[in-house]
């Protein structure tokens, strides 16, 4: 009711351009759940109707067993689903922390504290965060054999502590907002920087880090570039989904295992939108 008295005190131009953006977003949206309905219809059909009849018929035989198979049939060679789901999560897990922390500490650095070459570092993070990194892909996979981090996970965890990426960009500008009042006032009773910045700074911005951490996650979860390029002995399951259309796969039983593989980040950002919106979005660029 509020929202329709809303509308109707906006101008004639507002009005428009308001139709026009849910008309817009409207179709957007029955594409995007178009495609999720489309998949799980499939994953529910028996290989032989799929193959033989259109995509897009409805099962014959609802076969629930598909969902259960994943975790019997879905496999590359010795890889089987839940060996993949658990490479899935460590990495996830890994990848996430070690990411957030460095941006974090780069962060808190470059905004709370004065040295040489300050400007520099933040101008660099701009610079590296607006061209393409395609183009030292060669050179990346040269050093990090070089290194001995290829499939090897004791030491691939460096390669994600970078720290200098969209975390930081968020991150900076949620320390440069945080008062240095609170961290001077430890100070004072005896605190040190690092108990000034775990015990003060960080409670203080933990909502905006939670949220970094999971608008990360969708991208994590789903990278297989890494995977392919530098962890091939140790499959996760977005690399699992295309490795398995190589082995003339049961397509119901893919559908199945894609339905299943999406739904631990559709529940983590599901539960969190909220935090992700308010505080990815009141980041920002504060030089």
């Not at 689903?81 to 996430?96: A, E, H, K, Q």
């Not at 070690?98 to 941006?103: D, K, P, T």
């Not at 300050?118 to 590296?128: C, P, Q, T």
Request: a positive charge; glycine letters at 6%.
């Amino acid at each position: 009711m509020q929202n329709g008295q809303k509308f109707k005190r906006l101008s004639t131009g507002r009005k428009i351009a308001t139709v026009c953006s849910t008309i817009l977003f409207g179709i957007f949206a029955m594409v995007f759940l178009y495609t999720i309905v489309w998949v799980i219809l499939n994953a529910l059909k028996e290989a032989q109707q799929f193959n033989e009849n259109s995509s897009f018929e409805l099962p014959e035989a609802w076969k629930f067993t598909n969902f259960i198979k994943v975790f019997t049939e879905f496999h590359y060679r010795d890889y089987y689903y839940l060996d993949m789901l658990f490479n899935s999560l460590w990495m996830f897990v890994v990848r996430i922390f070690v990411n957030v922390m460095s941006s974090a500490l780069l962060a808190y650095a470059i905004a709370k504290f004065r040295f040489p070459g300050k400007e520099f570092l933040y101008g660099l993070v701009i610079f590296a965060n607006t061209i393409p990194i395609v183009g030292s892909g060669a050179a990346t996979y040269k050093l990090f054999l070089s290194l001995n981090m290829v499939n090897n996970p004791f030491l691939i965890w460096m390669a994600w502590a970078g720290g200098f990426d969209f975390a930081f960009i968020v991150l900076y500008g949620t320390f440069r907002g945080i008062s240095s009042s609170y961290s001077e006032a430890a100070k004072i009773d005896g605190a040190n920087n690092l108990t000034v910045l775990f015990r003060v700074v960080f409670p203080q911005a933990f909502p905006s880090i939670v949220a970094v951490a999971i608008t990360q996650a969708v991208g994590v979860w789903n990278d297989y570039n890494t995977v392919m390029l530098y962890m091939r002995d140790f499959p996760n399951l977005a690399y699992g989904l295309y490795l398995y259309q190589t082995e003339e796969p049961d397509l119901p039983v893919y559908f199945a295992a894609i339905c299943i593989s999406i739904l631990p980040v559709l529940i983590i950002y599901a539960a969190n939108q909220n935090l992700v919106l308010q505080n990815v979005t009141t980041g920002g660029l504060k030089g």
